[in-house]
């Protein structure tokens, strides 16, 4: 399936050389001296990187074979994360190379969405905040408050935030993976 | 932009506007004309899309009659006017909008350019904002001017256009880009001006040959046919109009868009009162 230039709309899910984009920005472009063409911003649905792209009023593109798919994360086994379709109960995995970054925000029971391109898994999309204890971090230092500075804790799952320095090893936090920022303390 | 913004301090901006660009023309001399919005025939330019009404056709813009009035020997005319075009939808675009049209007997394009720059800063000034100084760039230090039309006119908007100084006049478009304009030299006498890499106003000196405008008519309407299209009809009488008109420039400049690019409004429609059916 194509699209038209006249399709066009943010949420669009094309392809341009094997690789699906999102479209992220679109814009009717008609100079006073000519013809009409659309501008558009299209994010690597693999990568995130946003690319600009202008195309000419009638020009096609290829709709991209991609489906988002929820699914709770189980386990890591070596180099490969687990997950499961809470409906169908079929389970896939993931190599940790397909998903570096996001795989150090992965908890353990989490929902995410995982994208298929081409009935691939490829990306996953984490949920907006997760919880996690910290795994490592240097110990609290008395009479500190919320207001004091911050210090560097590793979650469960890998990731290194920076959180307050009351905060202590062992703790539960509240993280913004959007961010990749400290939200709250969580009492377990 | 406009949810931070109170709908009424556009509207009110929108008529400091207005009050600053009639007061402007008075102050010069200019006089302030109306002409008809059903018009025989829309534009004669192929890239143009119109909204038939009733028989006749919305203008696309108020021309074709202000060049009658430059022939009937007025010299100095201004119009501010709804304008109407198909096909165009989009942020930067919408089928109606508001034209600032004036035209000028006895100057040619370097004097226009002036007069715009210095409407454009009186309006600026009205409206308390602050614009940078203009430059002025020939397009042929751009883009290559020997580019096939197509690959000139998608480059322009790939590339060009983005990244235009935030406030520029582009001059002396290719040949085939003359629409309206004469051509001297290699180039065709017209220009544009962008703040912010907005499209915000379109200048001729005028070509006062009417077989020159013709036969690019001829040949408008010929690409038109083979897109199936239907050809813009000829107006004999605006072609007897041009072989009676003195040596003149005028200029269009989108009042929605000028308002924008001074209050950085990012969708034209924030500029207008909806249609409330489609909002």
């Known amino acids: ?188 | 932009m406009l949810k931070s913004r109170s709908f009424a301090t556009i509207i009110r901006k929108k008529s400091q506007l207005l009050h600053q660009i009639r007061t402007w023309f008075w102050e010069q001399g200019y006089l302030e004309v109306q002409t008809p919005l059903l018009v025989f025939s829309p534009a004669m330019e192929e890239t143009l899309e119109s909204i038939s009404c009733d028989g006749r056709y919305l203008h696309t813009s108020p021309e074709f009659a202000m060049k009658h009035l430059l022939a009937q020997g007025l010299c100095k005319i201004y119009q501010i006017v709804p304008c109407f075009r198909g096909e165009e939808e989009g942020r930067h675009h919408s089928k109606e909008f508001s034209m600032l049209e004036w035209y000028r007997a006895g100057i040619g394009t370097q004097d226009l350019m002036n007069e715009s720059i210095d409407v454009i800063y009186s309006c600026a000034k009205a409206l308390g904002v602050d614009i940078a100084d203009f430059d002025c760039i020939p397009t042929a230090e751009l883009l290559d001017p020997n580019l096939p039309e197509e690959e000139w006119m998608f480059r322009w908007v790939d590339e060009i256009e983005p990244n235009l100084p935030p406030s520029v006049i582009v001059y002396d478009y290719p040949k085939w880009g003359a629409a309206l304009a004469r051509i001297r030299g290699e180039k065709a006498d017209r220009f544009e001006i962008y703040i912010n890499g907005l499209e915000i106003g379109n200048a001729f000196h005028e070509e006062l040959n009417p077989s020159v405008i013709r036969t690019r008519w001829e040949k408008g309407n010929a690409n038109r046919i083979q897109k199936g299209k239907s050809p813009h009809p000829m107006d004999e009488d605006f072609l007897q109009d041009i072989s009676q008109m003195p040596r003149c420039s005028g200029i269009a400049i989108g009042l929605d868009r000028l308002l924008m690019a001074l209050l950085d409004i990012t969708d034209i429609k924030d500029t207008h009162v909806p249609n409330r059916r489609e909002s």
């Open chain 1, 1 to 188: 399936m194509k699209y038209q230039t006249s399709q066009f709309k943010n949420g669009l899910k094309v392809e341009m050389d094997n690789t699906p984009y999102n479209m992220v920005y679109f814009q009717f472009v008609k100079p006073g001296k000519g013809t009409a063409f659309t501008r558009t911003k299209l994010k690597n649905m693999l990568t995130g990187a946003v690319i600009e792209r202008t195309f000419r009023t009638g020009e096609t593109i290829q709709a991209a074979d991609v489906e988002t798919v929820e699914m709770e994360f189980l386990y890591l086994e070596g180099e490969d994360y687990h997950f499961m379709n809470m409906d169908t109960y079929d389970q896939i995995s993931i190599p940790k190379s397909t998903i570096e970054e996001e795989s150090k925000f992965l908890i353990e029971g989490s929902k995410v969405e995982i994208l298929y391109y081409k009935s691939r898994p490829v990306n996953i999309d984490l949920p907006n905040f997760v919880e996690a204890e910290i795994t490592i971090c240097d110990p609290g230092i008395k009479g500190n408050t919320a207001n004091g500075g911050s210090k560097p804790a590793t979650i469960s799952s890998g990731a290194t935030v920076q959180v307050p320095l009351f905060i202590e090893q062992g703790e539960w936090i509240k993280v913004d993976t959007r961010t990749k920022e400290y939200v709250s303390r969580v009492k377990k």
